[in-house]
Every structure is written in structure tokens, then in C-alpha cells.
């Protein structure tokens, strides 16, 4: 099996997220990461979806995720051309604190809120980047951590939403009306 990022643009409505999750659950496929939030324009959403899969059986996933009401484009983020970054925020106890420091420094991360017991570390990256400093940190006594799903962007001028919006006749000037919603 494969990694792939997918892109899946949606109207900005309840319940899209919980159709396009269970659409996944339903036919056992694992979700390794997820990532939702809030386009240039306020009435679309964008998805970042991480899975891994074989080639054929995800061009059946993507055309069953386009099918779903609510969604308005799906694209596979190819790994060469686009940006990949998630979000790690990290407490460690403070008992090795230079070596904290010293690691923290070695990977570009920032203490953003300091304790007696315990320091807070943010680290944005490439997931490989995020995986090496939760190795070096673990031995030092992480406390507490969160990650953000991986989010993606291709390299350039090019924009999912302009290309996929005006293919489909829809404009991207914050205009899009949602569709009627018969799956509720």
C-alpha cells in the first residue's frame, strides 16, 4: 500500500465532514490523517485527507467521494509538487532543560509557554521533520502532546479552487449557494 493526500474541496455546511468520514468507515478504510478547515472563500471548506491505498482501489474512493452531496472537487496532491506541513504543540518536562533547548533549537521548533515542571513546544513541518523531534524529545519526558493532521498545498500559482471551481461553472468570488442537502 501507498501514501496519498487527498484534496477535497466542500460546501461549508454541518454535516459534510461526518458524510465524507463515514463514507470511509463504511468500506474499512483507515483515515491516517485529517485536516479540515476554511478556504479563501467562507462558503467552501477544504479537506486533507491522508490514506493509504492502492492506486486502483483510490480512483474508486475519490470518484465516491466526488459523488457525495456537498462536495465540489477532489484531487490527489501528488508528493513532488506540493507542500506538506503539520502542526505539533508538545509539553516536556523541564528536569533536562538545556538539552530541551539544545533540541528545540537543533529543529527549528519555539518554546511557547513555559512552566516549573514543564515547557511547551511548537514545531511546524514536513511529518518526517515532526517524527524526528518527538523521537529526540521522547526520552526527556513528554507530558502532553497534540498534531495537527497534515495539510497540503501545491507548489506555484496553481489553486485547486480555481481550477476546479471555474471547470464547473462556479465563481469563486465568495458566491456559491449550497445545494439542497437530501442526505439529512
Known amino acids: 500500500m501507498s501514501t496519498h493526500t487527498l484534496a ?11 458524510r465524507v468520514a ?17 478556504t479563501e472563500n467562507p462558503d467552501i471548506s477544504r479537506m486533507t485527507i ?3 491505498l492502492e492506486g486502483h482501489v483510490l480512483d ?6 466526488y459523488k457525495l452531496v456537498n462536495v465540489i472537487a477532489v484531487s490527489e496532491m501528488p508528493t513532488q509538487s506540493t507542500i506538506h506541513r503539520e502542526l505539533l ?7 533536562q532543560l538545556d538539552e530541551v533547548l539544545a533540541i528545540v533549537a537543533r529543529f527549528g521548533a519555539a ?26 524529545l ?9 498534531q495537527s493532521g497534515l495539510v497540503a498545498l501545491e507548489r506555484g500559482a496553481a489553486a485547486l479552487s480555481d481550477r476546479t471551481l471555474s471547470a464547473q461553472g462556479i465563481s469563486t468570488l465568495h458566491e456559491v449557494g449550497t445545494q439542497a442537502d437530501y442526505q439529512n
Open 50 to 52: 491522508v490514506l493509504n
Open 8 to 18: 477535497v474541496l466542500v460546501e461549508n455546511s454541518p454535516g459534510v465532514l461526518a
Open 89 to 95: 504543540l508538545v509539553k516536556v518536562a523541564t528536569s
Open 22 to 38: 463515514s463514507l470511509f468507515s463504511r468500506r474499512a478504510y483507515n483515515i491516517d490523517s485529517l485536516a479540515v478547515g476554511p
Open 111 to 136: 518554546v511557547v509557554d513555559e512552566d516549573a515542571d514543564v515547557i511547551t513546544v511548537e514545531a511546524i513541518g514536513e511529518s518526517a521533520h515532526i517524527e524526528g523531534l518527538l523521537k529526540a
Open 138 to 146: 521522547t526520552p526527556l519526558g513528554i507530558k502532553e502532546l497534540v
Open 60 to 65: 474508486q474512493v475519490m470518484a465516491q467521494v
